[in-house]
């Protein structure tokens, strides 16, 4: 198939209301989307993908209104936070209505809610006209997309259209919370901290890797966010590039020298360039990519976590 290519928010809604599935910019990563009550929709974003069935799907909003008809209720833990984060990158689980089909949860029966603060996401929604269901804009396993390019090197030729925007400007995804109960669990942390989070909703608890909720959050047991180099944590000097053929991303400039380095002047530069890095390692064949951890506050929790994830095998 032929992927359109566009820079209007209008057109690129367009194919999403004749049945189609359309990549579109957030300011957390890119996203490929399908009418959430379109089945057939959204069963071609796991066949574009080559995404698990397993793994459920986020449903984007562009206004508080449209939360009513995806979910059973508001509980007030969710109520606060949408209060506080929306737009942004916040993602809430709730127990979904009837109407949201079983390809867009993987057959949970609980639905992840998120209103993007990107100025063009929210004009492409609009348009769309319906709540809009997507996972990041990338092939399985690889690292969620961060431009439109990126998402072309994945998925041309296997989506109807790109909504070309700008660079995302966080570049890790949202942050998850499992708002179902009376006392809410991160699932995945992202840019919303998790000590922003307890400043509204003080008994939030973090997940553990043997708590049932890892259960209720199929994605976190998938592989992900992994380039094909392979990726190797080091927290200070030590441990540094030997093998030729290396990269570097991190804060400060390695001793030892490498083919490829990314010396990063904040936490949130790190975080927001780090996987088009990944990719760029990729493109240019390169064996293994030293990353520097970072000190876990704010974003630098998230970018952890990412880094973890890349790192296992
Ligand atoms: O920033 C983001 O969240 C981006 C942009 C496009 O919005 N989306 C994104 O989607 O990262 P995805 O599908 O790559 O990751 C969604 C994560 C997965 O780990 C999934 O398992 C979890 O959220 N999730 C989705 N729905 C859930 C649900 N009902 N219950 C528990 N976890 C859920
Ligand atoms: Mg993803």
Not at 48 to 66: E, W, Y
Not at 284 to 310: H, K
């Amino acid at each position: 198939m032929e992927t359109v290519l566009t820079f209007d928010p209008i057109e690129a809604a367009g194919y999403v209301k004749r049945g189609g599935i359309v990549a579109f910019p957030t300011e957390t990563v890119y996203g490929l989307g399908a009418n959430v009550f379109d089945a057939t929709a959204v069963a071609k974003i796991f066949e574009a993908k080559m995404r698990p069935a397993d793994n459920p799907l986020i449903a984007h909003v562009c206004d508080t209104s449209q939360i009513e008809r995806l979910v059973k209720n508001i509980t007030g833990s969710a109520s606060k936070l949408i209060e506080a984060f929306f737009p942004g990158p916040l993602t809430v689980v709730l127990e979904r209505s009837g109407e949201v089909p079983d390809v867009a949860t993987a057959g949970l029966d609980t639905i992840g809610v998120r209103m993007p603060r990107f100025e063009i996401a929210h004009r492409f929604l609009e348009a769309c006209g319906v709540p809009v269901v997507a996972p990041s804009a990338n092939l399985s396993g690889k690292p969620s997309p961060t431009t439109w390019q990126a998402v072309f090197e994945d998925l041309g030729g296997r989506i109807d259209c790109i909504l070309q925007g700008d660079p995302t400007e966080i570049g890790l995804e949202s942050t998850v919370v499992d708002c179902t109960s009376d006392h809410p669990v991160l699932l995945r942390l992202g840019s919303v901290s998790l000590s922003d989070l307890r400043e509204v909703v003080p008994d939030i608890r973090e997940v553990g890797s043997d708590d049932p909720a890892t259960v209720r959050s199929p994605g976190l047991r998938h592989r992900h966010y992994s380039p094909r180099a392979h990726v190797v944590l080091i927290s200070d000097d030590k441990g540094l590039p030997t093998t030729e053929n290396s990269a570097f991303i991190g804060l400060h400039r390695p001793s030892a020298g490498v083919r490829l380095a990314k010396i990063c002047s904040s936490v949130g530069e790190y975080a927001s360039s780090v996987f088009e890095f990944f990719r760029e390692c990729d493109r240019r064949g390169i064996e293994t990519i030293y990353c520097e951890l970072v000190s876990g506050e704010g974003i630098g929790a998230a970018l952890n976590d990412r880094l973890r994830r890349a790192a296992e095998d």
